[in-house]
């Protein structure tokens, strides 16, 4: 298949490099300083596992244009950027199937009336890490699986075939709205522990803020009508007595897991933090959530703070 990554960061390369080991002609969409290091080293993925490195060379584009032909197109985008590519996919009339693989709570309609319907399918990456260098060291979510829209064969087939496990999820809109709810609650928690995974499993009330905060935000789009989170989450999160929970996410976040599955893309993505709690306020309307809403303002001081560190003169 011809495939364009629209967004060549963490998950935008891992899965290009991937689908391109795997035997499909694959394009990277790329802006600013990124596209100098791909070019010049190649786009380099190293399992922070393993250490197992692998290199592709591809080619690099800017901005989608109409005139650009693919059979498919991966979205692999941060929430507040949405907005900004819309015009260039909906130009891009050449390109058969979108696949949208970005955080969002607020649904899909936006993407489904801009792009109509039959051409976007809704998936979410199982990866996490982040790009240093011009390598992207990341780790594949044992709990997590790339989640794909369960009528998408053709999308669910073609990561499968890349070497991607997959979940097949009958509602993505709700899966996303979920996880919307668990990744902004602990991205507060880790901004309150200054972004440090280590430092906040060390912080058994923090963890048990998160745990709380999660369970306020779950149990409003439970009153909403909200398809549940996937079982183990749920069991974790709702089910388990307290102390059980604080001790799981303790260890969990005190392992080299825990850094990368939350804090190092915590750090580099206050303003997608702020976007997706945005989402998630709106969506909960007036129903009070007071831990939730003690780690959005975390969220948001780390978005003033990361807009001081850019504004300081060097």
């Known amino acids: 298949m011809r495939i364009m990554i629209l967004g060549a960061g963490v998950q ?3 899965y ?3 689908l391109a080991r795997a035997g499909h002609d694959v394009t990277l969409s790329a802006r600013g300083k990124r596209v100098k290091e791909l070019r010049q080293r190649g786009a380099v993925i190293e399992d922070a596992l ?5 290199t592709v060379q591809l080619p690099i584009t800017g901005r989608l244009t109409r005139e650009m032909q693919a059979d498919l197109c991966l979205v692999a985008v941060r929430r507040e950027q949405i907005n900004e590519v819309l015009p260039d996919l909906m130009t891009a009339s050449a390109i058969g199937r979108i696949v949208f693989m970005v955080n969002h709570a607020n649904g899909s309609e936006q993407m489904f009336k801009a792009l109509g319907r039959a051409r976007v399918v809704l998936a979410f990456p199982g990866a996490a890490g982040s790009v ?3 390598v992207d060291r990341y780790i594949e979510l044992s709990e997590q699986p790339t989640a794909v829209e ?3 064969r053709d999308a669910i087939s073609l990561f499968r075939g890349a070497g991607f496990r997959v979940a097949r999820v009958r509602d993505m809109d709700a899966w996303l709205r979920r996880h919307a709810v668990f990744v902004t609650a602990i991205a507060g928690a880790l901004y309150e522990a ?3 995974a280590g430092r906040l499993a060390a912080n058994a009330e923090g963890v048990g803020t998160f745990i709380l905060a999660v369970r306020e935000g779950w149990s409003a789009l439970d009153r909403r009508g909200v398809k549940s989170a996937p079982l183990a989450l749920r069991t974790i999160f709702c089910w388990a007595p307290l102390p059980y929970a604080v001790g799981y996410w303790r260890r969990l976040l005190g392992s080299a897991r825990g850094e990368f599955y939350f804090a190092r893309h ?5 303003k997608e933090m702020a976007a997706l709690a945005t989402d998630v306020r709106e969506l909960l309307d007036l129903v009070p959530v007071p831990c939730l809403d003690r780690l959005y303002s975390a969220i948001n001081q780390a978005v003033q703070n990361s807009h001081s560190v850019k ?3 060097t």
């Open 12 to 14: 935008g390369t891992l």
């Open 16 to 18: 290009g490099v991937r």
């Open 50 to 54: 393993s250490a197992r490195t692998v």
């Open 132 to 134: 240093e260098g011009g």
């Open 150 to 152: 369960a009528h998408a």
């Open 194 to 196: 200054g972004g440090d």
């Open 266 to 270: 915590a750090r580099h993505a206050p």
């Open 311 to 313: 504004s300081r003169p």
